[in-house]
């Protein structure tokens, strides 16, 4: 299915927007959408940043109790996340109900379909010229005095119906595709660790005699396999906090040695405080328990714990991939902040194969993770790609890019849709 373009356009005068159908209006925001301001009396339907997924306007429940005042919003008004406005959390309300912290809650005129609305606000073009006007530096936000000023296109009310239907047909749709590529990402996840798992409890050799290790997470185990407490053969310490001033976001020629938090790397420093070979876990967060390995120099900040081990015991990789099956996040202390402490990891049991077996081990498990990670990182790039269609689409719509005047709804299959762009055309 593809769409042309309108037959007829005209300089919006907007240098973002370029031409646009020459029927459509150009005004600004505050001329579509009414600021409420109004103060919530009760809470009965209460939404916050949290509850609002990035750029899809996707209503995410959640179980926080939200304090402080609220804005009062009735079925169709928007609610627009004014923090950070570059995260695009804009939502279109179908009940009352209160938007609780940094909020901008719009009420449509007359002449704006509300989902248009919507739809409008979370238009990529749209999101970028906002997030370039905000104020303050670390906790940006957008001010209605400046977002109100943004133009807005408006055609005609019943072709924004016409745009609005077209959209949520072909949102479904790429939606439906997402979610199902989204599932085939979690069950290769969940492929992968049954992979590690198994491999490094009970080996390669399926007719190996076993035996019960005594361990409940372990179960039987290979019978010449011994098992041990990580602590006679591994000691652990805490990393060290390090200055912002002191880490670059990206790696220089100045400043090339990795900072390895409870996540993985986030910058690069000049100076390390580890020697590799070494394994690092997160310690704090959701994520804690979180195994990264450190084969070469790097600073590890204090969210993480740096595992140093006996290396005629353990090949570092088996290691590695053993403290992954151990899933070390499942005994951490689950507070307001999860922590997990070193003495609790050198309290785990763990097998210890003869150092040849562990090389085995860690040989298939490169192989045939190589080819799970590869399948994953295909399937993220499709999701990539489908959610840079459905951006484009959007944006391709409530911009006048394509004319869809004449869609009549789904017929036939799942064709591709072909965008063809307006901008060049009248």
């Not at 005095?145 to 055609?155: E, R, T």
């Not at 290396?311 to 099956?325: M, N, T, V």
């Not at 709804?409 to 060049?424: F, H, L």
Request: hydrophobic share 35%; net charge neutral.
């Amino acid at each position: 299915m593809s769409f042309r373009p309108y037959p007829e356009y005209k300089d919006s005068g907007v240098e973002w927007l370029g031409k646009v159908p020459a029927h459509w209006r150009v005004k600004r925001l505050k001329y579509g959408f009414r600021l409420v301001t109004e103060r919530a009396e009760t809470k009965d339907n209460p939404i916050a940043l949290e509850n609002i997924e990035s750029w899809s306007a996707r209503y995410l429940p959640t179980d926080a109790d939200f304090s402080g005042e609220g804005t009062s919003f009735g079925a169709g008004d928007v609610l627009f996340g004014k923090l950070r406005p570059y995260l695009a959390k804009a939502y279109l309300a179908n009940s009352r109900g209160e938007a609780i912290g940094d909020f901008h809650v719009l009420r449509p005129s007359g002449d704006v379909e509300p989902s248009y609305g919507i739809y409008y606000i979370v238009n990529e073009p749209f999101i970028s010229a906002i997030s370039g006007s905000t104020y303050g530096a670390k906790m940006p936000r957008i001010g209605w005095d400046v977002m109100g000023s943004i133009p807005l296109l408006q055609p005609p009310r019943r072709e924004q119906r016409k745009i609005c239907s077209f959209l949520d047909h072909e949102i479904a749709r790429t939606d439906a595709l997402i979610e199902e590529q989204q599932r085939l990402i979690e069950l290769l996840k969940e492929k992968r660790q049954a992979v590690i798992s198994h491999a490094v409890t009970k080996g390669l050799d399926p007719d190996v005699p076993m035996k019960d290790s005594g361990v409940e997470w372990l179960g039987k185990v290979p019978a010449h396999w011994e098992i041990m407490s990580l602590k006679w053969r591994a000691s652990s310490r805490s990393g060290d906090g390090i200055e912002a001033k002191e880490v670059e976001s990206v790696k220089t020629s100045e400043r090339g040695i990795p900072v390895i938090g409870g996540n993985g790397i986030n910058g690069y420093t000049k100076k390390s405080n580890i020697n590799p070979p070494a394994l690092i876990l997160g310690r704090v967060g959701a994520l804690c328990g979180n195994v990264h390995l450190a084969d070469c120099p790097a600073w590890v900040t204090d969210n993480a714990l740096i595992i140093e081990f006996d290396s005629d015991a353990f090949d570092i990789h088996y290691l590695g991939y053993l403290l992954e099956a151990r899933d070390l996040n499942d005994i951490a202390d689950k507070t307001a902040q999860p922590l997990i402490t070193g003495s609790k990891v050198r309290s785990q049991a763990v097998p210890v194969p003869p150092e040849d077996e562990q090389k085995k081990i860690v040989s298939r498990l490169h192989e045939v993770l190589f080819e799970i990670d590869a399948m994953r990182g295909q399937v993220r790039k499709l999701v990539g790609l489908l959610k840079e269609r459905r951006s484009a689409l959007i944006s391709a719509a409530v911009t006048g890019k394509i004319d869809v005047r004449s869609w009549e709804g789904p017929e036939g299959g799942m064709d591709e849709m072909t965008v063809k762009s307006g901008a060049d055309a009248g």
